[in-house]
């Protein structure tokens, strides 16, 4: 049985990552990065806590982070996608610029 | 009572699931052979042959459980039993959501044929939105969390991309990578939630949940999973801190997926909430914190749709302010107010679904969206304005309309269960809604200028928003058998929580 400890403050680090990755960034991609950090926070945390039970590392939660794994790689991918797309029309990466819709 | 535990297991997927995931992967075939071959209307017919045919589905599945109120269906999906694999949990409420889901799809359908048909990649189109309509119904049927989350991704993958769909223009861009950022961030908080109640139970099954967490002392762990869910749930369901994503997505997606987006979608979104926390916490927990952000999602919705000149944006507005009335059943925490909150679901898919049709025929005729270029309209398109009028005149609350038995019902609970300031604060909100509604039909029904020529859209988009008009009026009039259908689906989630544990669990 692993301790505990490290790896929640790891995922609360990786959380605060993310979060101010997404705020404080201005190129498209790497907000997508921000997200990816987000969803790998959640997957550390199940990982982390399917140790706990006392003798054996319970597949469960390794089935739903694999599914998991798959499930942010196709919403990663759609967002890349857009982000092409918003590149021939703004011809910019910087999301600062995409302000047309407002209110 | 006896009679009342009878539970029928299987092992394959829910019927209306398999007809739309079936379909949506044939549609990529009937779409080349459209393409290739030149058979005019194939794509349209095959999906609304298989919205019909999920509707049929979901009545089969309706007449199953008929018989016995609290019935439960189980069906296991990973091969092991319940507690372990994943699993469907078909009950009253997931019958009444799903046959709301597909009903809306099925109208769609039918409206989008002439809608669309100037556009290219139709086949995409037509697929993604049997997927979406597949995502929905496998949440509102999803026995565990993990599968909740697997078609919750499914409908937020495909109305990413429908709402981007018109990708020439800048606008459907942007809103949708908007949409995209925001929702997947709240699916990466979904998924942290998840592991949250995991490490605590040791599962994920619903049912398993409720018999593990529902009474346990409060606990800053609790605290911190309560938020993490209301973040995950409330971005897709437009709560206010977290709903700038609506406004820009919803009008900027062709008029039929506006109509599914603001129609089912984000009450899609409110039905996973709402079960997820009756079944986790006792409704005493998150009362007040929903009572407040019902109050604020409603009042900041209205103000702002206020200053709407866009009509489609209004109407997005308006969706919010819709999710906040839904709150107060939710707030309520009683059985009568989750009815309310269900029949709102129903009524809305209805009333929204309809508004956004008729002012997508409105835009698609003027070639405009600004309220003050459509001056006289109502004049040149009577019927479609009339719908119109009826799905405003519904969404405001007036008597003899469906919005208003439910929004009735909805603040009665809230006085219920002692909580007047709440109700008080959703009429003010009524109220104050009627003026940016009466708004567009004064404009509406102007004179119009010089010159300005619309001609009535084709007869089946006309006949599908009368057809929904005509429901409107219908059950504004006669709702007995809807609020009977929506106590039964409210009792199942709030009173039969342990029937609904013994049924899983053996």
């Known amino acids: 049985m692993l301790p505990l400890t490290p790896f929640l403050v790891a995922v609360g680090l990786m959380l605060v990552i993310g979060l101010s990755c997404l705020m404080v960034k201005r190129d498209m991609v790497r907000l997508l990065i921000g997200v990816e950090i987000l969803f790998n926070a959640a997957n550390l945390c199940f990982i982390a806590l399917s140790t706990q039970t006392p003798g054996y590392v319970d597949p469960f939660a390794h089935s739903v982070v694999m599914m998991a794994i798959v499930l942010d790689g196709t919403v990663i991918a759609v967002g890349l996608a857009m982000v092409l797309n918003v590149y021939k029309h703004y011809k910019t990466l910087d999301i600062r610029k995409l302000r047309r819709l407002k209110w | ?506």
């Open chain 2, 1 to 506: 009572m006896v009679g009342q535990e009878i539970i029928a297991h299987g092992s394959h997927l829910p019927l209306p699931l398999m007809v739309l995931l079936l379909g949506g992967i044939t549609m990529l075939l009937i779409g080349l052979l459209n393409e290739r071959i030149k058979i005019p209307w194939l794509r349209e017919a095959w999906m609304v042959i298989v919205a019909t045919a999920a509707l049929g589905s979901v009545y089969l599945l309706h007449q199953q459980l008929k018989t016995v109120p609290s019935k439960i269906i189980v069906l296991v999906l990973w091969g092991q039993s319940p507690p372990l694999g994943g699993c469907f949990e078909i009950d009253t409420l997931s019958i009444f959501m799903s046959g709301s889901i597909t009903f809306l799809v099925f109208l769609v359908a039918l409206y989008s044929i002439n809608y669309m048909e100037k556009e290219s990649r139709l086949t995409e189109f037509y697929t993604l939105v049997t997927f979406m309509a597949a995502g929905m119904t496998g949440i509102v049927m999803a026995g565990d969390f993990f599968t909740l989350f697997i078609f919750w991704e499914l409908m937020s993958l495909s109305s990413y991309v429908l709402v981007a769909f018109l990708k020439e223009s800048w606008g459907p861009i942007e809103a949708g990578f908007k949409y995209l950022l925001m929702s997947a961030t709240a699916g990466a908080f979904l998924l942290l939630s998840m592991s949250f109640l995991y490490g605590m139970t040791g599962t994920l099954n619903f049912a398993q949940l409720a018999a593990s967490l529902r009474g346990v002392p409060i606990s800053p762990w609790l605290i911190v999973l309560f938020s993490a869910l209301i973040i995950g749930f409330g971005v897709k369901s437009a709560i206010v801190p977290l709903h700038t994503w609506l406004p820009d997505a919803h009008p900027e997606a062709p008029s039929p997926i506006s109509a599914l987006l603001s129609g089912i979608v984000i009450e899609t979104g409110l039905y996973a909430m709402t079960r997820v926390l009756f079944t986790i916490f006792e409704p005493s927990f998150f009362k007040l914190a929903i009572a407040l952000l019902a109050v604020l999602t409603m009042t900041l919705a209205n103000v702002m749709a206020l200053l709407q000149n866009d009509i489609k944006r209004l109407l997005a507005y308006s969706s919010i302010a819709q999710i906040g009335y839904m709150l107060v059943g939710l707030a309520a925490g009683t059985a009568y107010g989750v009815m309310g909150l269900f029949l709102h679901i129903l009524n809305h898919s209805l009333m929204k679904g309809m508004a956004f049709l008729s002012s997508g025929s409105i835009a698609h005729e003027a070639k405009t969206r600004d309220i003050r270029n459509l001056r006289g309209v109502g004049r040149m398109m009577p019927i479609t304005s009339l719908t119109l009028f009826i799905a405003l005149l519904g969404l405001g609350g007036v008597p003899g309309t469906n919005g208003f038995i439910s929004k009735f019902i909805l603040f009665n609970s809230a006085i219920g269960s002692g909580m007047t300031w709440l109700a008080v604060a959703g009429v003010l909100n009524s109220a104050l809604s009627m003026a940016y509604y009466l708004r567009v039909m004064k404009t509406l029904i102007g004179s119009p200028d010089e010159g300005f020529k619309v001609n009535e859209v084709a007869p089946l988009m006309v006949a599908v928003t009368l057809v929904m008009a005509g429901l409107i009026v219908v059950l504004g009039l006669w709702p007995a058998p809807a609020i009977s259908f929506a106590t039964k689906a409210s009792e199942t989630l709030v009173n039969g929580l342990n029937t609904y544990i013994r049924a899983v669990l053996g």
